[in-house]
C-alpha cells in the first residue's frame, strides 16, 4: 500500500468541505462519533441537512464564520491506497495557508461551482498549484445537480479552463462532474451523468500514476545530523544521518561532498534496522564514507558527474507570506534550503506577477501579503540547489525574519515561465 | 526498513517511519534543548522507537519528560520504567501530587488531574528551560489537532494561536524560537491509529499491559466503562461489575474508559481497530466530550 498526498482548493462556496466530507463519508472513514458531533453542531445551527464542512471546519471562529481558516489534514484508505488530504482555505486572505498545504501534495484537486464556472479564485488556485508543480492536477465540477447534469454545462466549463491550461505547464489534468451534495461521481458513480465515462474521483486518486513524479537520477542528500556514538563499542563510527531527496545512492558509489568538493565512496548505508544496499528519495538513513573528510549539517552529498548548483546568487519566485511589512529590494532575511540556513539580501524584485491575469509588473517596489513576484537574491553562504521544476526538495526554500523569527515568504528557484 | 520495491517507492508505513524520523533529526539540529514527552501510551512508545531509530547506533540525545498525574495505571508506570533502563534514557518527571502539595496548582472535587497536568507541563518546561517537546499527537485524533503544524510554536505562555501558525512548506521546518518560547514537534501528525497499530505489529513494540484484554472491575459512567480504583468516587447507582476490557488509550483512570474487548494480541488489537466505528477519543476519553471545541481551548492554554 503507498501514500498519495492530495490539496483541496476552490472557492469560499464551493462545496470543497463538503466534498471531503463525502469522500470521508462514502469511503467509510468516519466514525459515529465524529458523525454524531456534526449532526448535533448542524441542528444547533438549525441547518437544513448535516452539514459535512463541520468535520474540516475544526476551528471555533471556522464554524462562527463557515470558512475555512487553516489547513486541515484528514486521513483516509481504500484496500489500494492510503490517503493525506490537506483541505486548503479558499479566500485570498489564507492564500500562505494553501501554498503550505500545496507544498507537498502530488495532486490538487481545484473546486468550481457548475452554475458559476471558473472564478478568479479557482484560476488562482490552479496557477498556484502549478507553480508549486503539483504534478496531478483535477478539475472538479461541482454542484452538477444544480445545473440538471448538463453536459453542456460541464464541456463548457471544460474548454475554458483548457483554454487558461495552455498558459501553464499543466503535465496531467483530469476534468470530473459530480456533486459532492448528492454523492454523484464522488466514490460512486452517477447515474445521472451517463455522458461522463471518466473515472470517478476516489477512482482517480487510487489509480493515479505517481511513482515517476520524483527525480530518480540526480542524487541529492543533504547532510542534516553527524553521527558520531560516544561508545567504545562504535569507536570510530562517523556517519551522516538525513533524508535522501533525488537519485539513487549505492554502496560503493563515488560520492562528491559540497562545499569542500572532496570525492570519496560509499562505504556503507545504515538503518537500525540494518544496513541497506541502496536508498532512495524519502528514506532517512546514515551514510558512510570511505575518507574521514570534513562534512557538516548543511553540506550536501551527490555524484562528481551531476552536482547541483553552487551559487550565492539565486533568481527565484517569491510568495510573500507576512503581514507586518512587504518585500522589498534591500531587505534581509534568514534563508533555510535543505538543511542550510544562511543569511540572504534580496538584490532585486524583477516583478510581480499578478496571479489572475499572469501580467508581469516590472514597476512594482515591494510584494504585500499574499503576492507572487520574481526577485534576486544574494546569500551569504552558497546553496546546492536545483531548478524547483526538476527538483521541489532541492528547489524550494523560505524565508525567515530574524527577528520575529517568522516564516515570510516561500521561494522556489529558477521557474521563470509561470 | 521494510523491504524495497523494484521502482523506489516506500510503503505507506515506510514513508511514515521516514517522515517523522526526519523531523525528530532537525529538531535535534536545530533546537538546543529538546526533549520527548513520554506518557507510557502506545503514540509515545512509537515516538520514542522512532527517536532510537533517528540517533542510532548513538543513543538518544535528549532526557524523556514524564509528567505524572498520580492517577496512572500502576501498571503504565512500572513499565515507563523498565523502558527508561532498556534504551539508557534519561528520565525526568513532573509531578501533580507534588505541585497539588506545593499549592501550586488546586484540585476542584469531581473533576480530573487532566487540566492540572498542564500547569505542570509548563513548569517542567520552565525548569528544564526546554526549547522543543516532542509529542506524541496525531492529526487524526481530533479536529483541532488536525489543524496543527508538525513545528507548532508555543509563545512564552506556551500558548498555541491557531490562526497565527507559521506556514509550514515542503519538509523545511522554521524551529526558530526566542528565549522563554518553544516548539511542540510531533513526528506522527501524519499517522492514524491504525498506522500505529499496524507499525507496533511489524516492529515488535512493547506496550503497557492495558492496552490488551484483561478482567477488570469496573463501573458504567456517562456510557464509559470506568476502572473502579481509589482516585475516582463511585456514585451511589454505580455498581461495579468485572468485565474483559482494554483500553484503546491511556490516560488517568479518573478518566479514561476501557472498552469491551476480548482482543489478547495486537492482530486481535488491528483487526478490532479496522472495523471500529467510533473513534478513540469519542469513545474512552472524558476529558474532550466537555463542548465542541474543547481540544482547542485547553491547546491555546499550553496543553498538548
Not at chain 1, 548543511?298 to 551559487?311: A, K, L, Y
Request: with cysteine; glycine share 8%; hydrophobic share 40%.
Amino acid at each position: 500500500m503507498d501514500l498519495l498526498r492530495f490539496a483541496t482548493a476552490g472557492s469560499v462556496d464551493d462545496g470543497k468541505s463538503t466534498l471531503i466530507g463525502r469522500l470521508l463519508y462514502d469511503s467509510k472513514a468516519i466514525f459515529e462519533d465524529q458523525l454524531d458531533s456534526v449532526e448535533q453542531a448542524s441542528q444547533k445551527r438549525g441547518d437544513e441537512y448535516t452539514d459535512l464542512a463541520l468535520l474540516t471546519d475544526g476551528l471555533r471562529a471556522e464554524r462562527e464564520q463557515g470558512i475555512t481558516i487553516d489547513v486541515a489534514y484528514r486521513y483516509f484508505a481504500t484496500p489500494s491506497r492510503k490517503f493525506i488530504i490537506a483541505d486548503t482555505p479558499g479566500h485570498v486572505q489564507y492564500t500562505r495557508n494553501m501554498v503550505t498545504g500545496a507544498s507537498t501534495a502530488n495532486l490538487g484537486i481545484v473546486l468550481v461551482d457548475a452554475r458559476t464556472g471558473l472564478s478568479e479564485q479557482s484560476r488562482r488556485h490552479a496557477f498556484l498549484l502549478n507553480l508549486l508543480r503539483v504534478p496531478h492536477l483535477v478539475l472538479a465540477i461541482n454542484k452538477m445537480d444544480l445545473v440538471d447534469y448538463d453536459e453542456d454545462v460541464y464541456r463548457k466549463i471544460r474548454e475554458e479552463f483548457e483554454v487558461f491550461a495552455t498558459r501553464l505547464r499543466l503535465n496531467d489534468l483530469t476534468v470530473i462532474p459530480l456533486s459532492a451534495l448528492k454523492g454523484d461521481n464522488v466514490v460512486d458513480r452517477s447515474d445521472k451523468m451517463p455522458w461522463y465515462t471518466g473515472s470517478t474521483l476516489l477512482g482517480h486518486l487510487e489509480n493515479v500514476h505517481v511513482a515517476s513524479d520524483r527525480n530518480l537520477i540526480d542524487v541529492r542528500f543533504p547532510v542534516q545530523y553527524v553521527v558520531r556514538p560516544k561508545a567504545k563499542e562504535y569507536h570510530d563510527y562517523r556517519g551522516y544521518a538525513g533524508t535522501v531527496v533525488g537519485g539513487v545512492m549505492k554502496v560503493g558509489d563515488e560520492a562528491l561532498a559540497l562545499p569542500s568538493g572532496f570525492t570519496t565512496q560509499i562505504t556503507a548505508i545504515d538503518t537500525y534496522d540494518g544496513p541497506v544496499e541502496e536508498a532512495f528519495p524519502d528514506m532517512a538513513v546514515v551514510v558512510r564514507l570511505a575518507d574521514n573528510i570534513d562534512i557538516s549539517r548543511g553540506d550536501m552529498i551527490c555524484r562528481p558527474h551531476n552536482q547541483p548548483r553552487v551559487t550565492q546568487d539565486v533568481d527565484a519566485m517569491i510568495c510573500w507570506m507576512s503581514e507586518s511589512g512587504g518585500l522589498r529590494a534591500g531587505g534581509r532575511y534568514l534563508l533555510k534550503h535543505t538543511t542550510r540556513t544562511t543569511r540572504a539580501i534580496v538584490k532585486d524584485l524583477q516583478y510581480e506577477l499578478n496571479i489572475n491575469t499572469l501580467h508581469r509588473d516590472e514597476h512594482a517596489d515591494s510584494l504585500g501579503l499574499n503576492e507572487i513576484g520574481r526577485v534576486t537574491l544574494r546569500t551569504q553562504q552558497p546553496l546546492f540547489c536545483d531548478d524547483y521544476g526538476r527538483n521541489r526538495e532541492t528547489g524550494g526554500f523560505i524565508l525567515i525574519d530574524e527577528v520575529t523569527n517568522q516564516t515570510v515568504a516561500a521561494g522556489m528557484v529558477g521557474l521563470d515561465k509561470n | 526498513m521494510a523491504t524495497t520495491t523494484h521502482d523506489y517507492r516506500l510503503s505507506q508505513l515506510d514513508a511514515l517511519e521516514a517522515e517523522g524520523i526526519h523531523v525528530i533529526r532537525e529538531a535535534a539540529a536545530e533546537r538546543e534543548r529538546p526533549a520527548l514527552l513520554f506518557s507510557g501510551g502506545k503514540d509515545s512508545c512509537v515516538l520514542l522507537h522512532l527517536a532510537v531509530k533517528a540517533f542510532w547506533p548513538a543513543k538518544v540525545p535528549f532526557p524523556v519528560l514524564h509528567v505524572d498525574t498520580g492517577h496512572n495505571f500502576p501498571e503504565v508506570i512500572e513499565f515507563r520504567d523498565r523502558l527508561v533502563e532498556q534504551f539508557g534514557l534519561r528520565l525526568e518527571v513532573g509531578s501533580v501530587e507534588q505541585a497539588i502539595a506545593d499549592g501550586r496548582v488546586h484540585e476542584r472535587p469531581g473533576q480530573g488531574r487532566n487540566r492540572l497536568q498542564t500547569q505542570v507541563l509548563l513548569d517542567s518546561i520552565q525548569k528544564g528551560n526546554f526549547d522543543a517537546l516532542f509529542g506524541g499527537a496525531r492529526r487524526d485524533e481530533e479536529k483541532a489537532r488536525a489543524k496543527e503544524r508538525v513545528f507548532s510554536f508555543r509563545d512564552e505562555f506556551s500558548q498555541w494561536d491557531p490562526k497565527g501558525q507559521r506556514p509550514e512548506l515542503w519538509n523545511l521546518y522554521n524551529t526558530r524560537v526566542h528565549p522563554g518560547e518553544h516548539m511542540r514537534v510531533f513526528p506522527l501528525s501524519n499517522w492514524t491509529e491504525l498506522d500505529i497499530w499496524d507499525y507496533v505489529a511489524r516492529e515488535k513494540i512493547e506496550l503497557p499491559s492495558i492496552y490488551f484484554a484483561h478482567v477488570r472491575k469496573v463501573f458504567e459512567r456517562d456510557g464509559m466503562l470506568l476502572a473502579d480504583s481509589d482516585v475516582i468516587d463511585r456514585r451511589e447507582e454505580e455498581t461495579v461489575f468485572e468485565e474483559t476490557v482494554r483500553y484503546r488509550t491511556v490516560g488517568d483512570m479518573s478518566c479514561t474508559g476501557a472498552v469491551e474487548s476480548s482482543a489478547a494480541s495486537v492482530e486481535d488489537v488491528i483487526a478490532e481497530v479496522a472495523v471500529s466505528r467510533v473513534t478513540e477519543r469519542g469513545a474512552t476519553r472524558a476529558d474532550d466530550r466537555t463542548s465542541e471545541a474543547a481540544m482547542e481551548d485547553r491547546k491555546r492554554e499550553g496543553y498538548f
